[in-house]
């Protein structure tokens, strides 16, 4: 019996050890989803758009749109999630459009049509290139410019909103840092120990002092409200927090005309 049990206590270490060691080798497969694909464009939505790349420091090239608006109240500089690319928001950018602004949308590096592979480093490199293109190409006065990011975008927007001074910046869905989210997702597997990500959100948040929008769901199935909360609480004023329904992926479209207002009354106060 003793060695039974010994034997099953062998088996299962090795099979922690063995799970462990690959979630710590292959951690970009559980944070990166991309999808190469575009399989839609604004023109779906009946929007005017254009198609154009541009370069970041380290010289990728990455893929975005400019959905322009007539007489636009400001832009806004969406960064995405970690999955699919810039074709799977549409919903957003209408969105966005409907309230009069323009949106400049990019694809990390890695994803859609932009060249690369996507990493921590990278993606940091990818907005602020993606910040200094509006800026020095299109001659948009900062001032103009949201930032908007959702999910792991909002931790990405986070990270330039601290080192930039847009009109306002917006996260949505987004959690505290990569390590919180490894610690929750992977408790028995030390999950914040074996996590090379930082993503810190939440420092981050704490630094940015331009008008900041909290968005999350208590419904929100991947990123625990707590860390909307903790996000809001972590950040400087002027600061809103908007409750919004429904899971991660389709919360924004399910809580309809309160996140739309919610983002509404907050760019308007942003002016």
Not at 198 to 205: K, L, V
Not at 227 to 250: M, V
Request: charged share 20%; proline share 4%.
């Amino acid at each position: 019996m003793t060695q039974t049990i010994l034997s099953l206590a062998l088996l299962f270490a090795g099979i922690y050890l063995l799970f462990g060691a690959t979630l710590f080798v292959n951690q970009s497969r559980f944070v990166y989803f991309p999808d190469h694909a575009i399989f839609s464009t604004p023109e779906k939505l009946g929007l005017k758009f254009r198609s154009l790349t541009f370069t970041t420091a380290d010289h990728v090239k990455l893929a975005a749109w400019f959905i322009p608006a007539a007489e636009a109240k400001g832009v806004i500089l969406f960064c995405h999630g970690n999955a699919g690319n810039i074709s799977h928001r549409l919903e957003t950018i209408d969105i966005f459009h409907r309230l009069g602004y323009a949106t400049f949308i990019f694809d990390y590096r890695g994803y859609g049509q932009s060249e690369g592979t996507p990493s921590e480093a990278g993606t940091y490199r990818d907005v602020e290139a993606a910040w200094d293109y509006l800026v020095k190409q299109e001659n948009i006065d900062p001032g103009q410019i949201i930032v908007f990011g959702r999910s792991l975008g909002g931790s990405i927007a986070a990270w330039l909103c601290s080192r930039k001074t847009p009109r306002a910046c917006i996260l949505e869905s987004t959690f505290t840092s990569a390590r919180d989210m490894a610690a929750a997702m992977y408790p028995l597997l030390l999950g914040r120990l074996l996590c090379r990500f930082h993503y810190d959100t939440e420092a981050a948040a704490a630094k940015i002092t331009c008008p900041l929008l909290i968005i999350h769901s208590p419904d929100d199935d991947i990123v625990p409200f707590s860390h909307g909360r903790r996000l809001f609480a972590a950040a400087r004023e002027p600061k809103t927090f908007l409750q919004i329904s429904g899971n991660h992926n389709a919360g924004f479209l399910l809580s309809g005309d309160h996140y739309k207002k919610g983002l509404e009354d907050f760019l308007k106060r942003s002016e």
